[in-house]
């Protein structure tokens, strides 16, 4: 069974990197059928996309985010990986990772991260 | 990018009711490429439908989803206490991919 799980510092300083990793567990990242999201939440508001990695490391990200987002993989590590730069308190959200392409399936549990000093 | 509006914004039903949920999209969703989720409170969203009216997997056949172009419906046809929960529509047969704002639905 496919599992997904997030992690990282649950705490950024504002105009600070926020990186998290997704653990990917029960299957391998480097399928080809397959791409790797990261979907975020304010809290208490509705879902915002901010990008997907594939197999072969080729990104699509969210216009609104995409001069602060990068998205990688580390393949044998079975892990992908988000930056968002220069982060403000509009930032704070629960990040999700999943599994794409028809629809995400499964999510990860989340993991909440807030900017503040 | 393609805008997808949700209504009503919440439904207030009782056990055994039927619950229509609406999706409209500011552009045709190719493919339809159409996804639902229910996230309940302080859980991931879990996936509902795809491509507009496949369930995924071990989902029960009370969900059902119909539509195509611009016009999507989630349909829960006899309501129970724990379908409790905001459920959200998302194309993603365009980048961006968008989610709607959600619909809440609330058991009486």
């Known amino acids: 069974q496919l599992q997904l799980q997030e992690s990282g510092p649950g705490l950024v300083q504002p105009s600070e990197t926020l990186s998290l990793a997704c653990t990917v567990s029960?299957?391998?990242?480097?399928?080809?059928?397959?791409?790797w999201g990261w979907i975020r939440q304010p809290p208490g508001k509705g879902l915002e996309w901010i990008g997907n990695?594939?197999?072969?490391?080729?990104?699509y990200y969210n216009p609104s985010l995409d001069s602060r987002v990068t998205i990688s993989l580390h393949t044998a590590k079975n892990q992908f990986f988000l930056k968002l730069r220069s982060v403000t308190a509009a930032d704070t959200a629960i990040y999700y990772c999943?599994?794409?392409?028809?629809?995400?399936?499964?999510w990860g549990q989340g993991t909440l991260v807030t900017v503040s000093s | 990018e393609s805008v997808l509006t949700q209504s009503p914004g919440t439904l207030s039903l009782s056990p055994g009711e039927r619950a229509t949920l609406s999706c409209r999209a500011s552009?045709?969703?190719?493919?339809?490429?159409l996804a639902w989720y229910q996230q309940r409170p302080g859980r991931a969203p879990r996936l509902l439908i795809y491509?507009?009216?496949s369930r995924a997997t071990g989902i029960p056949d009370r969900f059902s989803g119909s539509g195509s172009g611009t016009d999507f419906t989630l349909t829960i046809s006899s309501l129970e206490a724990a379908d409790s929960a905001v459920y959200y529509c998302?194309?993603?047969?365009?980048?961006?991919?968008?989610f709607g704002g959600g619909t809440k639905v609330e058991i009486k």
């Open positions: 999943a599994r794409g392409p028809q629809g995400f399936d499964p």
């Open positions: 029960g299957g391998s990242i480097s399928t080809r059928s397959h791409y």
């Open positions: 990695i594939y197999y072969n490391g080729s990104t």
């Open positions: 552009q045709s969703v190719s493919s339809n490429s």
């Open positions: 491509g507009a009216s």
């Open positions: 998302q194309q993603y047969g365009i980048s961006p991919l968008t």
